[in-house]
């Protein structure tokens, strides 16, 4: 299966022999590491005790006109070469998946991207697959294939041949490392003492599925904050765990069951634009965005990031990011929820009452322009936490509400937008398209303050839709039918924030 993205094609494994001196060549558009299978495939084959073709073997990979990355056509290489050479039956092999690495010992190695490749498979009509042994789960998740699990060359072929293996071998660990696995370990927001308005923007984020922006001196509690969002956020449905479960194969991460929690992706400011965005100089790998995916994308200490935050323009408004290089072009899902965060300033005292800022007004000024105006201009909630009061520390204050109870509210909330937004290809206020918001949904019975806010430069055209989105969401979250005055108020001034206290 070459895949290209998410997105598989059946790839047709095709050997002969004779025609001129012994030696083996690949066609079909391989790239580098495919094109030298055929040293590692050889060496396999007869590590395990199997004749390799003497006379001259032609690999052709079909489509030829389809680029082809990667080393997990090994074993259909090496299936295809020992057929030659009467090892094979024909019956057996036609409309069998094979997909796997190959060891120069005969070991079989795991590969990354084993789901994504077998919902093409389930999708172009095959039955049959055989992966590495150890890979079964995952391949298992998708239903209407059969899956087995082989850790040597040998047991490759006797499976392929309609005979079993007792005791497979434990197939080698893949060439590529393996990324380290999220932990599992979720936030609440019980955890959290004061801030209650940063809480109930976080709510509405998550409700709405809006983007936020945080901002705050070093220490107050942004990140504290923004790591609690996946506690209140929905659990993923059916097609949205197999969609973000497939990108996580597709990047190498071993999965014993299908992802049903959103995401959370904090890549560090020092990250490059590739691994923030996807891509790579062979095979095309999702970035951080579309880990992502369907979930959080949380970017601490914003400013320092630089120009690389204008490469999510395109993701905030369509969610996909395509990734083009001279041989190839894929395109990643990237439909996330931005939370950035950042201090006020270099040392991050500016404007903080009691602290003694010790940057001058150009520094200040040059890193807050380090965000760039079209980025912030995406973000629909921007919020400025103070410090928390040392009387909230204090034992008689009331417990903070948990995750759970927060959860509730939001979840009847996207009932309500479902509902709404019924015969649409959107589920939440977040994703809606302006046109729609503007002249299919009921508006507020006075724009007045929408149009005034405009014609100061407050908000810009998008911002106008923005403040539209937020005004639902707070009126999903009040359990009212049609944006009021007070929803329309609140909305514009969670969508410009501190934008007086900055100025």
Same mark, same amino acid.
């Given at each position: 299966?070459?895949?290209?993205?998410?997105?598989?094609?059946?790839?047709?494994?095709?050997?002969?022999?004779?025609?001129?001196?012994?030696?083996?060549?690949? =066609? %079909?558009?391989?790239?580098?590491?495919?094109?030298?299978?055929?040293?590692?495939?050889?060496?396999?084959?007869?590590?395990?005790?199997?004749?390799?073709?003497?006379?001259?073997?032609?690999?052709?990979?079909?489509?030829?006109?389809?680029?082809?990355?990667?080393?997990?056509?090994?074993?259909?290489?090496?299936?295809?070469?020992?057929?030659?050479?009467?090892?094979?039956?024909?019956?057996?092999?036609?409309?069998? #998946?094979?997909?796997?690495?190959?060891?120069?010992?005969?070991?079989?190695?795991? =590969?990354?991207?084993?789901?994504?490749?077998?919902?093409?498979?389930?999708?172009?009509?095959?039955?049959?697959?055989?992966?590495?042994?150890?890979?079964?789960?995952?391949?298992?998740?998708?239903?209407?294939?059969?899956?087995?699990?082989?850790?040597?060359?040998?047991? /490759?072929?006797?499976?392929?041949?309609?005979?079993?293996?007792?005791?497979?071998?434990?197939?080698?660990?893949? !060439?590529?490392?393996?990324?380290?696995?999220?932990?599992?370990?979720?936030?609440?927001?019980?955890?959290?003492?004061?801030?209650?308005?940063?809480?109930?923007?976080?709510?509405?984020?998550?409700?709405?599925?809006?983007?936020?922006?945080? !901002?705050?001196?070093?220490? /107050?509690?942004?990140?504290?904050?923004?790591?609690?969002?996946?506690?209140?956020?929905?659990?993923?449905?059916?097609?949205?765990?197999?969609? =973000? !479960?497939?990108?996580?194969?597709?990047?190498?991460?071993?999965?014993?069951?299908?992802?049903?929690?959103?995401?959370?992706?904090?890549?560090?400011?020092?990250? $490059?634009?590739?691994?923030?965005?996807?891509?790579?100089? %062979?095979?095309?790998?999702?970035?951080?965005? !579309?880990?992502?995916?369907?979930?959080? @994308?949380?970017?601490?200490?914003?400013?320092?990031?630089?120009?690389?935050?204008?490469?999510?323009?395109?993701?905030?408004?369509? %969610?996909?990011?395509?990734?083009?290089?001279?041989?190839? *072009? $894929?395109?990643?899902?990237?439909?996330?929820?931005?939370?950035?965060?950042?201090?006020?300033?270099?040392?991050?005292?500016?404007?903080?009452?009691?602290?003694?800022?010790?940057?001058?007004? #150009?520094?200040?000024?040059?890193?807050?322009?380090?965000? *760039?105006?079209?980025?912030?201009?995406?973000?629909?909630?921007?919020?400025?936490?103070?410090?928390?009061?040392? /009387?909230? @520390?204090?034992?008689?204050?009331?417990?903070?509400?948990?995750?759970? =109870?927060?959860?509730?509210? #939001?979840?009847?909330?996207?009932?309500?937008?479902?509902?709404?937004?019924?015969?649409?290809?959107?589920?939440?206020?977040?994703?809606?398209?302006?046109?729609?918001?503007?002249?299919?949904?009921?508006?507020?019975?006075?724009?007045?303050?929408?149009?005034?806010?405009?014609?100061?430069?407050?908000?810009?055209?998008?911002?106008?839709?923005?403040?539209?989105?937020?005004?639902?969401?707070?009126?999903?979250?009040?359990?009212?039918?049609?944006?009021?005055?007070?929803?329309?108020?609140?909305?514009?001034?969670?969508?410009?924030?501190?934008?007086?206290?900055?100025?």
């Amino acid at each position: 299966m070459a895949l290209q993205g998410i997105d598989g094609h059946p790839v047709e494994v095709e050997a002969a022999e004779g025609g001129g001196l012994p030696r083996t060549q690949i =066609v %079909g558009l391989p790239d580098k590491a495919l094109n030298e299978a055929k040293e590692r495939v050889k060496a396999a084959v007869r590590a395990c005790e199997y004749k390799w073709p003497e006379q001259l073997v032609t690999i052709n990979l079909s489509p030829a006109g389809l680029p082809k990355a990667g080393t997990h056509y090994d074993l259909a290489i090496a299936v295809a070469a020992l057929a030659t050479q009467g090892y094979i039956s024909h019956t057996g092999v036609g409309r069998t #998946v094979l997909i796997g690495e190959l060891a120069l010992d005969g070991r079989v190695r795991r =590969v990354r991207g084993i789901l994504p490749a077998m919902l093409a498979a389930v999708k172009a009509g095959f039955e049959r697959a055989i992966v590495p042994y150890g890979q079964q789960e995952e391949a298992a998740l998708v239903p209407g294939i059969t899956v087995e699990g082989a850790g040597r060359l040998d047991e /490759v072929v006797r499976l392929v041949n309609g005979l079993t293996v007792a005791n497979p071998t434990e197939a080698a660990p893949p !060439s590529d490392p393996v990324p380290e696995r999220s932990s599992a370990f979720i936030p609440d927001l019980a955890d959290v003492a004061g801030h209650e308005d940063g809480k109930f923007a976080l709510e509405v984020a998550a409700a709405g599925r809006h983007h936020l922006f945080l !901002s705050g001196a070093p220490g /107050v509690g942004k990140t504290m904050l923004a790591s609690r969002l996946p506690s209140i956020l929905p659990e993923l449905d059916p097609d949205e765990s197999v969609e =973000v !479960s497939a990108l996580h194969s597709l990047a190498g991460h071993e999965l014993s069951g299908l992802i049903t929690r959103p995401p959370f992706a904090d890549p560090h400011h020092s990250t $490059t634009q590739v691994a923030l965005v996807g891509g790579g100089s %062979g095979e095309l790998k999702p970035g951080a965005i !579309s880990l992502a995916h369907r979930g959080v @994308l949380f970017l601490d200490e914003c400013p320092d990031f630089g120009t690389k935050l204008d490469a999510l323009r395109t993701p905030l408004e369509n %969610g996909w990011i395509n990734v083009s290089r001279a041989r190839m *072009s $894929t395109r990643f899902p990237a439909r996330f929820q931005l939370v950035l965060a950042a201090n006020p300033c270099p040392c991050g005292k500016y404007g903080v009452a009691g602290m003694d800022c010790t940057c001058d007004s #150009v520094k200040v000024r040059r890193y807050q322009e380090r965000l *760039s105006g079209p980025i912030l201009d995406r973000i629909d909630i921007k919020h400025h936490m103070a410090a928390v009061n040392r /009387v909230l @520390l204090a034992e008689d204050v009331a417990a903070p509400e948990p995750s759970a =109870v927060v959860l509730d509210r #939001v979840l009847e909330a996207r009932a309500r937008q479902r509902y709404r937004l019924r015969g649409t290809p959107w589920t939440t206020n977040g994703e809606v398209a302006g046109p729609y918001l503007r002249k299919r949904l009921p508006l507020p019975d006075d724009l007045g303050l929408l149009n005034a806010a405009l014609q100061r430069g407050a908000i810009s055209a998008r911002g106008v839709d923005k403040v539209l989105k937020l005004a639902w969401t707070l009126t999903d979250l009040g359990g009212a039918d049609r944006i009021s005055d007070r929803e329309l108020r609140v909305a514009l001034q969670m969508r410009q924030g501190d934008q007086d206290r900055a100025a």
